[in-house]
């Protein structure tokens, strides 16, 4: 009997966890293809500019369409595929999982890949506003936001793969960046 695949969907700003969760996701779940949007991006040069701060603009449609003939090409049972991208399109029939992270955190890891200030706030700002959380809501059901620096998180993000009940946790870093826009004023626009 052929079962039917299961696509996840794991999105959040660039820091919160999405490759080191889905490479230990890749060691523990023997029936698991991951996908990196980033490796079929770079692989398949869907790259077509860059922005003034260096981003890689991509043809969102090209990988849209890369990341479909993909999932329909895998024999595995469950496809983890990892972008903070992909709260910008859709993936048929997938369930989305948007890691979260405090904000001081994400700071430190931010500031330790060398993004610049600006950079840096941007991203504070989309994860304090929930972009990628809000974006996913556009495009999946059921979508699931949970913070991805716990000892749990692989745990729940295995639960969820499996089906299980989970119980949605409502995730407010506002007050968070309020605080920081206090300390540090080169976070105010």
């Known amino acids: 009997m ?6 996840i ?9 999405k490759t080191t969760l889905t490479d230990s996701l890749k060691k523990k779940l023997s029936d698991a293809e991951v996908i990196h949007a980033s490796d079929v991006i770079n692989g398949k040069r869907l790259a077509y500019a860059r922005s003034r701060d260096g981003t890689k603009i991509v043809d969102m449609r090209k ?3 890369e990341l479909d003939g993909r999932i329909r ?4 049972r469950i496809i983890i595929i990892e972008s903070h991208l992909l709260c910008d399109i859709t993936i048929k029939d997938a369930v989305a999982i948007v890691l979260r992270e405090r904000l001081a955190t994400l700071r430190k890891r931010l500031e330790k890949r060398g993004y610049d200030v600006e950079k840096v706030r941007e991203n504070l700002i989309s994860e304090a506003t929930d972009y990628c959380g809000v974006r996913s809501e556009r495009h999946y059901r059921p979508v699931f936001e949970i913070f991805g620096a716990r000892r749990s998180t692989q745990a729940e993000v295995i639960g969820i793969i499996k089906g299980k009940k989970t119980k949605g946790i409502s995730i407010n870093l506002l007050p968070e960046l309020q605080k920081m826009m206090k300390k540090d004023k080169t976070l105010i626009l």
């Not at 969907?9 to 966890?17: A, K, L, N, S």
């Not at 090409?73 to 595995?76: A, H, I, L, Y």
């Open 9 to 17: 969907v794991i999105t959040g700003v660039p820091g919160t966890g």
């Open 2 to 7: 052929n079962r039917a695949k299961k696509v």
């Open 73 to 76: 090409k895998s024999k595995k």
């Open 63 to 65: 990988l849209k369409a």
